[in-house]
């Protein structure tokens, strides 16, 4: 017995339980589609989230747990997700590990979880994805970072694994073309760290930003909805969501 297929278009977003994840979700919910929302061990607010958004349209949303390190739930996440829906459209992989690895001090062990959830979880749920999106004519966004492109003090395994990223949005927009397009949202400061208040060196990472302020989570949000439903002629692109911050160094 075959799937029935969903009428609406389906994203799978990785990291999807908070913060801008959360942000992400909502918006494309907002804009009509189905979500297969994957979080790792935030299953409160993941649930709190599907049962928002199921009031909102019943049997639009698919919970999905996962630990992105664990390579064969990899491949699984997008066998649920068509399983459930009949179909995948977008993949999100917003999900990141953040953490400094001062040098002289980094381990093997914090390379593999930067790596793991920056890059290598990426590239596999989009390979595992490719087939379905090929088949929908769909799209994949990935959650990069400004520092991909300039390093940030004590965090050079994080801005490597983000480099890597944006290597592969460009090689995979070249691969899957025609028929996918592949692109990338790169956001300057839109939500601080929970566990850092360092307001010294905040303000004066505004005070870089020509327009003095924070990004908004929704603002990336519409980033990637407009990526994925609008940009119709663009891949392999990043685009900045900075407030200008690469423009003054």
Known sequence: MSTPRSAAP??????AARRIGAAIVR??????YDIALHYRGSSDEANAL?????RARAGSTLLLQADLAEFDRLPELVAQCVGRFGRLDSLV????TFTPTPIG?????????LFASNARAPFFLAQAAAPHLRAERGAIVNLADLY??????E???YCMAKAALLMMTRSLALELGPDVRVNAVSPGAILWPEDRSDTAAQQ???ARTPLARTGTPEEVAEAVRWLLQDAHYSTGQVLHLDGGRLLAG
């Open 10 to 15: 389906v994203a799978l977003v990785t990291g």
């Open 27 to 32: 918006r494309l919910h907002g804009a009509g």
């Open 50 to 54: 599907a049962a928002e958004l199921e």
């Open 93 to 96: 992989n917003n999900a990141s």
């Open 105 to 113: 001090t980094a381990t093997p062990a914090q390379w593999d979880a």
């Open 148 to 153: 991909a492109e300039r390093p940030l003090r």
């Open 155 to 157: 965090h050079t395994l």
């Open 204 to 206: 004066a990472m505004l």
